[in-house]
Each structure stands twice: as structure tokens, then as C-alpha cells.
């Protein structure tokens, strides 16, 4: 047995901090990397010493395994742990990290290899007698071959992947997908295979050791993605518990069957595709630890990174295979916007509180929520890395309890600074469907962000009410005892605050007189009270708090409603900043990597004019009309700032 008393992750944010955690309490040494934009990141504050990879592009720090190795041995680690993605699926990385003479924590270097190549694993796991798709040559897809999905050969977490419904698209989402593939994961290589259009995502938890022992730690279902990206977990499935019989035996079966094919050891999830028939075919083995671990961790009351610590040590698996109690279900909060294209959000993170966290890093011993966070008030989300926030984890008995508790600690958080998904979240744990346990991977595509989010969360319009009385109290400060603030003798007019929430433009029309504040147009509005964080406000007889927060021109009102983030709109707006019609701004920092039509070229609308890569995935501008592009001040290489103008489009009338 090889023993360690120092652990480098060659992570970043709340893995690298997750991972920390079981070591602190195992009371092994910790070391952080980092790179420049992360200098200042809560998980480099927390390990006991950091090493800085210079730089800030993905190929110049954490994709360069001689740099962590290096870093591993200034600072006197004796194991790497690679955390999940960047390197943790890498062959070679693995390889030289033993050569180095350090402890590999994950499994051996062929298994990846094997498993790391979906081509290659696929052929695999058909010989070892697990169920799979069959793969198509791209250049060999026909139409009754249709829907299929381009799928990169390497990596994952949605990267390298399209579908396609029109053969026509197929040429394009195949060379989209292998320069996403590339610029992620080192390898251009693609496939296609059929696509489930409301399959359910599946998986099996599995730990081996050195000793011949695989378990199977039960199943999670990931269903609900958006961009082939998963958004909300559970464990166990409820697919699984729905159509019983011998499914759930024959799904960890087939895991355990994956797993010792290639001679697995330590922590590894396979991945299945099942129908509502009870059938299931393999879609990858992730050779790492997974985002969602935390639900497994749960409901079997196992520590996966203290399994992966002693696996690594070179101790057996001990005792009766971990079985399933409760359920447990993961939301994933990430920086983005879902009602524009689950677009990523940047920008500095004012305020993190999740009230309703009873434990970090460690899962709840009988019912709770957990919260596993990259980032702290205070924290930047940039442009380079993905824009996962934090995981909120609810766990107890009853899944339909579970997901309400979740549901109330999401929609009771303070997250002020950068858009998340937050109220998507809320809608989809409460959706008739996901509660109904029958929410397939088509659930986004049936149910949309604007028609989950429609006459949901807080009124934008008592939330500008509740922002127009409390910027009152604060501008005005502290009156003489006695004195209400807006106290007059004679009446007085109106007077006029303006907001807006994204596009919406909201106006807030008030007065104060002997018997307190009075809002125009809004009968069903009584003002109860007012101060410079807060307002309780009755609604149709109901009364109602809001906590109030404001910074720069931005303000935030939270109540248990929901929260809605409002800008300020000065009375006298600067002309200089009016763009020129047809003008289309960069939605979110990034790189612009391809330039589709010169100035002078006629577009129609929706017309794909370039490209951005950001926070490793591609965005595509479009066309906002049918025109003529007039400017184009961008070049191929070029970063941009969100709001950098990026082209005009003089329309044309039709």
C-alpha cells in the first residue's frame, strides 16, 4: 500500500475546493494551481499553498500537465487529483504523472485511453455484452438516419456536440463540432449515432480497486440538459423506480460488466441512454469523478473522495456494496441568461447566500441541503473557464418533499451581481412534469425558459414599486423624530422613478401625503412600510417583504417570491451612447474566431455573421434583419468586452 500526506488538484473552483474539503478532514496537505484570472479564487484561499500557472487561456495553464507536475513537485505533493475535466480524462497526463513518481488519483492510464475515445469504448462495451447505439460514419448519414447527434470522439459536458434534424445542416454542425472539440479537448475527431429525441439520461456510479472488487453505488438520472449539458441530477432515477422490474439490476449489472472490461480502478460513471420500455444502450464511461457525485454521495452516505483517496493508497473496498436510501436531487446554478439562449453571464458576484445550506463540501447526515460553491461575494466570473457557480443539493426520504425543499432554498437565495438560472430552476423543480418523475432529455425543447418562466417568480412591476420606495428613504437619510419620510403639510405631485429589467422599461409613479405613499396605477398596492434595504408592501390584502440591495446602477429586490435585478434609469440619458440602428454588440466577452461575410455583403435575417468562442463553447451572431452590412470592426483573433460593437446591418425594406 503506497501511502500519501499531500494532495495537489489540478482543478479549479468547487472541485478543487471539494476535494480539499475530505483532505482537510483526512488531515493531508493541500496545494492549489491556478491561473491569472483565478489568483484571487476561494479555492487557492483555501489550500494550504498554491502554485501560479501563468496565464489565463485554458492551453497555457490548467491543459499543461508539465506545469502542474512541476508545480506538484515545488510544493512537495506527493498525489495529483485531476478533479473533472481539463485533464482528468488525459492518458497521457495520467502516465506522466506517475512517470514523475507521484500518486495518480484515478484510474489506470490504459483504462482512460480506452474509455476516453467514445469510438473506441463503444466497440468495447459491445464486446463485454452492454447494450449500444450503433455508430454512423458522418459521411455516410442518410435521411431516415435522422435526428442524429454529432458527438466529439473525446472529452464531454456538452462540448463537441450538435443535432441535426436537416441533412443539410449536417456538413456544418459536424465542422462546428470538431473545432469546438479542438479547442476543448485537443481532438477534432467526431461521430454520429441515432438520437433519442425524449430518451432519459441514465448513469451508473462505479468504484473498483486493485483488488477485483467493482461496485456499483447505484443509479442517477440526468435528464433535464440544456446544450447536452446536464441542469438538474437525482439519485435514485425515477425512470428506474417507475418501471421497476428487473431494470435497475440490469443497469448496475451492465456498469460493473463496463467497468471490469477494461480493468477499472477508482471512481467512473457509465452512461446510458434509456426509453420508457426499459431498454438502454451505452453512451460513454466518464473516467473521473462527476459534477454530480454529490447526489450519490447522499443517498448511500459514501464520501466518493475519500473513496478515490483510499483506492489510490491502494486500499481494498470493504464491507457490503453501498445500496440506495432517500433520494437526492442536484441543481446546478450556472451564469446565464436562459431566456437569451442560455447565453453565459460575466461579471463580479456582489452577494452568494443560500440561507438554507446546512452543510459545505459534505453531504447532510439525514435531511438537508447542501451547497458545493466556485465562488464567494466577491468573486469574478470571467470569460475563460465554464460558467458553473455552485451545486445546491436537497436530500431527505420522500422525492416529492426533496424537490420543494430545493426548490424554496433556491428561490430564498441572494445572488446578486451576474444573471444565473436560478428561477428557471425553481420552474423546472416544480414543473408537473419533472414532478411526475417523467421529464425525458426533451423536457427544454417541450417546455422553453419563457414558457416555464411565464407568470412565475416576482412581478417586475412590484419589484421597481419596492426599489422606488426604498431608493426614496436612502437618498433622503434620517428625519427629525417624528417625521415620516415624504411628510407634507400640503399635497404634493407626482413624482417619477424609472427602471428597467432587461428589456422592459419600468415607470413608478408615487406621492406621499398625511396618510403615507400612494403608487399611481396601482389600486391593489398599499405601502406599508419603507427604509433604505427594505419595503413591506400589501398585495390584493397580503403583506409581502422585500429586502432591498443596491450597487452601481443596478438594484436587487429579494423576497420569498422570488428575486428581480433591476438597472436604474437616469433622468437624462447620454446621447453619445445610442448605438446606430441595426447595430448588433457583443452579448458576453469573448473571442471572435470566424468572420462569415465581408462589408458590402446583403443578409437576410437570422443570417449567421460570426462567431465568438467563450467560456469554451461557440456562439453564433446572427443577422438581427434582412440588409446590407455596412460595418464590420472586428477581426478573427480579436477579444471583445460584452457590449463591443461587433457589426451594423442597414435593413432593407421588404
Not at 28 to 38: E, I, K, M, Q, R
Not at 339 to 362: H, K, N
Not at 373 to 381: L, M, N
Not at 455 to 477: I, N
Request: with cysteine.
Amino acid at each position: 500500500m503506497t501511502g500519501f500526506t499531500s494532495v495537489l488538484v489540478a482543478n479549479r473552483g468547487e472541485i478543487a475546493r471539494r476535494v480539499f474539503a475530505t483532505c482537510r478532514r483526512r488531515g493531508l496537505t493541500t496545494v492549489a494551481v491556478f491561473s491569472d484570472p483565478d489568483a484571487g479564487s476561494p479555492h487557492v484561499r483555501e489550500a494550504d499553498s498554491a502554485v501560479r500557472l501563468p496565464g489565463s487561456a485554458l492551453a497555457d495553464t490548467y491543459l499543461r500537465g508539465d506545469l502542474i507536475i512541476a508545480a506538484a513537485r515545488k510544493a512537495g505533493a506527493e498525489a495529483i487529483h485531476p478533479g473533472y475535466g481539463f485533464l482528468s480524462e488525459n492518458a497521457g497526463f495520467a502516465r506522466a504523472v506517475i512517470d514523475a513518481g507521484l500518486v495518480w488519483i484515478g484510474p489506470p492510464p490504459p483504462a482512460i485511453a480506452s474509455m476516453g475515445s467514445k469510438i473506441e469504448s463503444k466497440r468495447l462495451m459491445a464486446a463485454a455484452g452492454v447494450p449500444v447505439l450503433e455508430q454512423l460514419d458522418p459521411a455516410a448519414v442518410t435521411e431516415s438516419d435522422l435526428p442524429i447527434l454529432v458527438k466529439a470522439s473525446a472529452g464531454g459536458g456538452g462540448r463537441g456536440m450538435r443535432v441535426v434534424h436537416d441533412l443539410a445542416a449536417l456538413p456544418e454542425a459536424v465542422a462546428s463540432a470538431e473545432r469546438e472539440a479542438a479547442a476543448a479537448f485537443g481532438d477534432p475527431a467526431v461521430f454520429c449515432e441515432r438520437y433519442l429525441e425524449d430518451g432519459h439520461h441514465v448513469e451508473v456510479q462505479v468504484m473498483a480497486d486493485a483488488h477485483g472488487t467493482v461496485w456499483a453505488l447505484g443509479e442517477r438520472e440526468c435528464s433535464l440538459q440544456r446544450r447536452h449539458q446536464k441542469v438538474i441530477e437525482e439519485a435514485p432515477s425515477p425512470l428506474v423506480d417507475r418501471l421497476g422490474g428487473d431494470l435497475r439490476g440490469r443497469l448496475l449489472a451492465a456498469g460493473r460488466d463496463a467497468a471490469s472490461a477494461v480493468g477499472y480502478r477508482g471512481a467512473g460513471t457509465v452512461e446510458f441512454l434509456a426509453d420508457d420500455k426499459g431498454g438502454f444502450w451505452f453512451l460513454e464511461m466518464n473516467t473521473r469523478l462527476q459534477v454530480e457525485h454529490p447526489v450519490t454521495e447522499a443517498v448511500t452516505g459514501t464520501d466518493l473522495v475519500g473513496l478515490q483517496l483510499d483506492v489510490a493508497s491502494g486500499a481494498p473496498l470493504t464491507g457490503p456494496e453501498p445500496t440506495m436510501t432517500g433520494h437526492a436531487i442536484e441543481a446546478r446554478l450556472y451564469a446565464e441568461a436562459p431566456l437569451d439562449d442560455w447565453r453565459p453571464q460575466t461579471g463580479e458576484v456582489i452577494t452568494f447566500d443560500i440561507p438554507a445550506a446546512t452543510s459545505r463540501f459534505a453531504g447532510p447526515p439525514l435531511s438537508g441541503v447542501r451547497v458545493d460553491a466556485g465562488i464567494t461575494g466577491g468573486s469574478v466570473v470571467g470569460v475563460h473557464y465554464d460558467a458553473l457557480l455552485a451545486k445546491v443539493i436537497a436530500y431527505g426520504k420522500d422525492r416529492e418533499a426533496v424537490a420543494r425543499q430545493l426548490a424554496g432554498a433556491l428561490r430564498r437565495s441572494r445572488l446578486h451581481g451576474v444573471p444565473t438560472n436560478r428561477d428557471l430552476l425553481v420552474a423546472s423543480l416544480l414543473h408537473p412534469e419533472f414532478r411526475a418523475g417523467t421529464a425525458g432529455t426533451g423536457f427544454y425543447a417541450a417546455h422553453p425558459p419563457a414558457a416555464l418562466l411565464a407568470g412565475t417568480g416576482l412581478d417586475p412591476a412590484v419589484a421597481a414599486t419596492a426599489a422606488a420606495l426604498a431608493d426614496v428613504a436612502h437618498e433622503r437619510g434620517p428625519l427629525l423624530p417624528g417625521l415620516r419620510r415624504g411628510f407634507r403639510s400640503i399635497p404634493v405631485g407626482w413624482r417619477t422613478r424609472v427602471y428597467a429589467a432587461g428589456d422592459q422599461s419600468l415607470e413608478v409613479r408615487y406621492r406621499h401625503d398625511r396618510d403615507g405613499a400612494e403608487i399611481e396605477g396601482h389600486d391593489d398596492i398599499s405601502v406599508v412600510s419603507a427604509d433604505a434595504t427594505s419595503a413591506v408592501l400589501e398585495l390584493d390584502g397580503v403583506q409581502r417583504s422585500f429586502s432591498v440591495t443596491r450597487f452601481a446602477d443596478r438594484v436587487v429586490i429579494d423576497g420569498a417570491l422570488g428575486s428581480v435585478e433591476l438597472t436604474v434609469v437616469p433622468r437624462f440619458p447620454d446621447p453619445a451612447a445610442a448605438l446606430p440602428a441595426g447595430a448588433l454588440i457583443a452579448p458576453m466577452p469573448g473571442t471572435v474566431i470566424r468572420v462569415a461575410a465581408p462589408v458590402g455583403t446583403v443578409v437576410t435575417a437570422g443570417q449567421p455573421l460570426l462567431w465568438l468562442e467563450a467560456m469554451k463553447m461557440e456562439h453564433v451572431v446572427r443577422a438581427p434583419a434582412s440588409g446590407v452590412l455596412t460595418a464590420l470592426p472586428v477581426t478573427v483573433g480579436q477579444q471583445v468586452a460584452q457590449g463591443t460593437p461587433l457589426a451594423v446591418v442597414d435593413a432593407v425594406e421588404a
